[in-house]
């Protein structure tokens, strides 16, 4: 009965589904750019803005896992809840790197940039 429940679910909510699958590619293409920079740059502030926006990506993902009666209603508050905490903790540690002397952004080629 539990495919019923899950088939029931998408077609309840067609707009939700179309929202959270055009969520999930646009943050998917966000984090994807995240990585690059981190990958460019090679600092840990650029990893942690990666982090972050790959920590974006996960929300839709958890919303369809809630959609598809996959998560509960209370786990899946915990989990949104902990990965706001995640992206501002990742958010504040890059600007704090990033202002900090010790952070130094580096090239591709690992020459300090100017």
Known sequence: MRSASILSGVTAAPELALVLALAGVVTALVAGLGLAAFLRRR???YLLVALALGTLFARPVVAT????DLLGP???HLVEHGLDTLVAACVVGAVYHARSAGD???TAGGR???
């Open 43 to 45: 600092s840990r502030s």
């Open 65 to 68: 896992m809630t959609m598809l």
């Open 74 to 76: 209370a786990p899946h």
């Open 104 to 106: 130094v952004p580096r």
């Open 112 to 114: 300090p940039d100017d």
